[in-house]
């Protein structure tokens, strides 16, 4: 402190510096300082003035701190979180992008669609991307792709990400695997398919509800008991 004191002295350039005060219960608080170089009574002299700075540090410790939970809420998310600027750019992208994409996020920074996805795939991104950009409105979609034998199932959200002046710089989306839930909704749609089918043939209407259990499970054989003639039977389906 003493140097940066001994420079405004002798140049007349203003400093500014963080420093410690203390209260008269003695109680410590951080204080901003501003030394100027002027004039008193004819002599050269050096001019401090100061503010408490006890309630921006704690301003800026909160925004600290919301920074670090919203990151880890992001991070941690177990759906695909990313943003693009207005020309597409990658801003950020999350964990779970990179697991499902297999690419890493210094790769794809700074990258378009086109730069990381095959031209189908692309394409439909940044229609999807134009909606968004062109109506301002948070945009619901599902989309499925095909890995090796199985399929997995999205439900893709899109919103408009805007400036303090309410005007749209970029898109934020995020992608949630739902195939579970759309196997779930396949496996209610066939039980109820099969109730509906059910006949006065008690064995035949026992026997489907077994062969649709067999293949929701994907059994290789389904099989239920049943006395006949005195005898416990098997019967189902291979």
Not at 67 to 76: G, Q, R, T, Y
Request: glycine share 8%; proline share 2%.
């Amino acid at each position: 402190i003493s140097t940066m004191l001994e420079e405004t002295f002798k140049t007349g350039v203003t400093k500014q510096f963080e420093f410690w005060g203390r209260r008269k219960n003695g109680e410590a608080f951080p204080k901003e300082v501003i030394v100027n170089k002027g004039k008193y009574f004819g002599n050269d002299v050096l001019i401090a003035t100061s503010r408490d700075l006890t309630e921006l540090k704690k301003t800026e410790s909160q925004l600290i701190e919301n920074i670090k939970f919203k990151d880890a809420l992001i991070e941690n998310s177990g759906s695909i979180i990313y943003a693009k600027d207005i020309e597409g750019a990658y801003l950020l992208v999350n964990n779970k992008w990179e697991e499902v994409t297999g690419m890493q996020r210094l790769n794809a920074l700074g990258k378009n669609d086109h730069e990381l996805f095959p031209e189908e795939i692309a394409r439909q991104f940044v229609a999807d991307d134009m909606i968004v950009f062109e109506k301002g409105i948070t945009l619901e979609t599902e989309s499925s792709i095909n890995n090796g034998p199985l399929k997995k199932n999205f439900l893709n959200v899109k919103f408009p990400l805007k400036d303090k002046n309410d005007i749209i710089t970029g898109v934020c989306g995020i992608t949630t695997d739902i195939t579970e839930r759309k196997q779930a909704e396949q496996r209610m749609t066939k039980l109820a398919r099969c109730l509906l089918a059910f006949g006065n043939d008690r064995d035949q209407n026992i026997n489907s509800l077994v062969a649709l259990a067999g293949e929701v499970f994907e059994a290789a054989c389904a099989l239920y008991n049943k006395l006949e003639d005195g005898q416990l039977c098997s019967l189902g389906q291979w």
